[in-house]
């Protein structure tokens, strides 16, 4: 798999999965700004102990209730309380169940401690923004983008609801588990784009995890984000014979170190995307490090460079006239 292969998006649920710190809530920001723009009404779900996303777009942090923060791009923080008010009272109609049972604070604190159970229910919600929410609520979304957990804790939710569905036992919740493993096997409607730095660890944690992906949910990332790319247009990456070769016209010795730690930190991170290019078996999509030459950029500037980058620009283009 290549580099040049053009990847596009045209399932409406993507999750975006990747090692913390590599910048998953960046590129997730980035797909939904490029799909809102480009008419789609767009959802960013995230589940976190607080709303990153608002504050990069200068909004105050929102709620379990999705919040528009600009034309046809809303963001939601997903609660485990409020999903499981909202599964058994609006969805299932056991109000009485959930006011005398579930509202009950030692039960509370049992399910809060059951493994796996918030995980089932942040991919329930998701399948009822996908699935139900236009029938039950009048409420659509064209694309609903998950800026899922941390590698680990982010791929064990494609797992859980089959996990919970092969119980030998009976009930709604298990039929649900089952038709939300459904949905997130379905490369159709589901799809995964994983982001990776071009640093060691990065890559190694990447690499092992993909192939997770061939058995839960069932089929590989759709892309790869490579994040500060150093694959940049017209930059020749290479070791220099000598300082004096690379940089002639610098007389500071300081900064003529600085520069040659530049150079060998790009050359580093070109390697590193080289060897995702060759092992991953997933299309790349190079992201520039746009910080080299300005490392004070604003968090929706970044936001608005990474939508327009050409690969990731390409992405959004040619999914947007998939889905016409």
């Known amino acids: 798999m290549t580099e040049n292969q053009a990847p596009s998006l045209k399932q409406k649920l993507i999750f975006v999965t990747g090692k913390g710190g590599v910048g998953r809530t960046t590129v997730a920001s980035a797909l939904g700004l490029g799909f809102a723009e480009a008419g789609e009404n767009t959802l960013i779900v995230q589940w976190s102990f607080r709303?990153?996303?608002?504050?990069?777009?200068?909004r105050d942090p929102c709620g379990h209730k999705?919040?528009?923060?600009?034309?046809?791009?809303?963001?939601?923080?997903?609660?485990?309380?409020?999903a499981m008010k909202e599964y058994f009272v609006d969805h299932l109609n056991m109000?009485?169940?959930?006011?005398?049972?579930?509202?009950?604070?030692?039960?509370?604190?049992?399910?809060?401690?059951?493994?796996?159970?918030?995980?089932?229910?942040?991919?329930?919600?998701?399948?009822?923004?996908?699935?139900?929410a236009e029938e039950e609520a009048n409420l659509k979304f064209d694309r609903i983008i998950v800026d899922a957990p941390a590698?680990?804790?982010?791929?064990?939710?494609?797992?859980?609801?089959?996990?919970?569905?092969?119980?030998?036992?009976?009930?709604?919740?298990?039929d649900e588990a089952r038709r939300v493993s459904a949905l997130l096997a379905d490369s159709e409607k589901t799809a995964i784009v994983t982001v990776s730095l071009?640093?060691?660890l990065p890559v190694e944690e990447t690499l092992e995890v993909l192939p997770r992906y061939k058995e839960e949910p069932g089929h590989l990332p759709v892309a790869l984000v490579v994040n500060r790319s150093a694959n940049l247009p017209g930059l020749e990456i290479r070791e220099p014979a000598s300082p004096d070769f690379l940089y002639p016209a610098v007389q500071s010795v300081d900064l003529k170190a600085e520069l040659r730690a530049l150079q060998s930190d790009l050359r580093r991170r070109f390697e590193m995307e080289q060897r995702l290019v060759?092992?991953?078996?997933?299309?790349?999509?190079?992201?520039?490090?746009?910080?080299?030459?300005?490392?004070?950029?604003?968090p929706a500037l970044?936001?608005?460079?990474?939508?327009?980058?050409?690969?990731?620009?390409?992405?959004?283009?040619?999914?947007?006239?998939?889905?016409k």
């Not at 999705?66 to 409020?82: A, G, R, T």
């Not at 579930?102 to 089932?120: F, H, I, M, R, T």
């Not at 060759?278 to 604003?298: C, K, T, Y």
């Open 51 to 58: 709303d990153f996303i608002s504050p990069q777009w200068n």
């Open 66 to 82: 999705h919040v528009e923060i600009q034309k046809n791009l809303s963001v939601m923080n997903f609660d485990p309380s409020e």
């Open 95 to 132: 109000k009485l169940l959930y006011n005398l049972v579930l509202q009950n604070k030692q039960v509370q604190k049992l399910l809060q401690s059951a493994p796996g159970l918030e995980e089932l229910f942040f991919v329930g919600r998701l399948f009822w923004l996908c699935e139900l």
């Open 151 to 174: 590698t680990g804790h982010g791929s064990a939710l494609f797992g859980i609801a089959r996990t919970i569905s092969a119980f030998e036992i009976t009930g709604p919740l298990v």
């Open 198 to 200: 071009p640093e060691e």
């Open 278 to 298: 060759r092992e991953s078996q997933v299309p790349l999509v190079s992201v520039p490090d746009f910080m080299i030459d300005n490392p004070a950029l604003e």
């Open 302 to 323: 970044i936001i608005r460079q990474v939508c327009n980058s050409p690969s990731f620009h390409d992405l959004i283009r040619q999914t947007s006239e998939v889905r």
